[in-house]
């Protein structure tokens, strides 16, 4: 049997028809099934129509408490429960969830270094409560987690979508249950990890570790590429068997998407 731990993220979010499509591939996918979901570019968008600028360093959003306020609003009300509804549409029973939900993923305030993201929550393999997950997956309801998580202080954190989604991943494979595999997909709209952006057919059939060091270093991956790049070789180095990157329709091919390896 295996799980797939699917994280959907960029216009795919934003797009009725593109949400409605991932999630009808989400469904087909067979064996047992998670989705993360993040919705920057909604966030952004919601932001600005408040009067507040959204502030990115090296792809990764700086969340003061104004900006946690939009962010909870945004991914665990409007996107989670849009995205619930579309999968009961499709008969996949499912259960929108933040980390603070059945204490669903605990995380602790990133330690201010030279940059203070604010209000931003990390997350270890000790965070991830598995035993509420696989319990809900036993009884074929779909947990569809957003991006926010809990500090088991009373405190909400902003938490990014794919480092979640990555250790939920190394958390369900360190169980070692008889017979399960665990995959990981990163879906957006993209083909894969581009080699030109502009232009949607030069994505990479298949990346090394060695290989994305060497474009780290040649800024051929910049922004936000790197840390799901980071989280995914990360994932496949703690005991997950396969992650790709790629669009949601191509969720059940094994060739038209990124994979990864060591």
């Known amino acids: ?4 731990i699917v994280k959907i ?7 009725r028809k593109c949400l409605h499509d991932s999630l009808e591939a989400f469904c087909k996918l067979q064996g047992y099934k998670v989705l993360i979901h993040g919705g920057g570019i ?3 968008f919601i ?4 009067g507040v600028s959204p502030k990115m360093i090296q ?3 700086i969340t003061d408490k104004e900006t946690l306020d939009i962010v909870v609003m945004t991914y665990a009300g409007v996107i989670n429960k849009n995205i619930v509804a579309i999968l009961q549409s499709y008969h996949c029973n499912a259960l929108g969830l933040c980390g603070a939900d059945g204490n669903c993923i605990k995380s602790y305030l990133r330690k201010m270094t030279n940059i203070d993201y604010g209000y931003v929550g990390d997350v270890n393999v000790k965070s991830v409560n598995t035993h509420l997950i696989k319990f809900l997956l036993k009884n074929n309801i779909i947990p ?3 991006s ?7 405190n909400l954190l902003n938490t990014n979508a794919d480092t979640i989604a990555a250790y939920i991943a190394i958390s369900l494979a360190k169980e070692k249950d008889k017979d399960c595999e665990v995959e990981l997909h990163f879906c957006f709209e993209k083909k894969g990890v581009l080699r030109d952006v502009k232009d949607s057919e030069s994505y990479f059939k298949e990346i090394n570790f060695h290989l994305f060091q060497k474009m780290k270093q040649n800024h051929t991956i910049t922004n936000g590429m790197i840390p799901k790049l980071e989280n995914a070789f990360f994932a496949l180095k703690n005991g997950v068997s396969k992650v790709s990157i790629g669009q949601p329709n191509h969720l059940n091919d094994v060739n038209n998407k990124t994979k990864l390896c060591l």
């Open 148 to 154: 926010i998580t809990h500090n088991g202080i009373g």
């Open 9 to 15: 993220g960029g216009h795919l979010i934003n797009d």
């Open 1 to 4: 049997m295996k799980i797939h």
């Open 59 to 61: 792809g990764r959003r």
């Open 144 to 146: 569809v987690l957003c």
């Open 47 to 50: 932001s600005k129509k408040m």
């Open 42 to 44: 909604k966030a952004d």
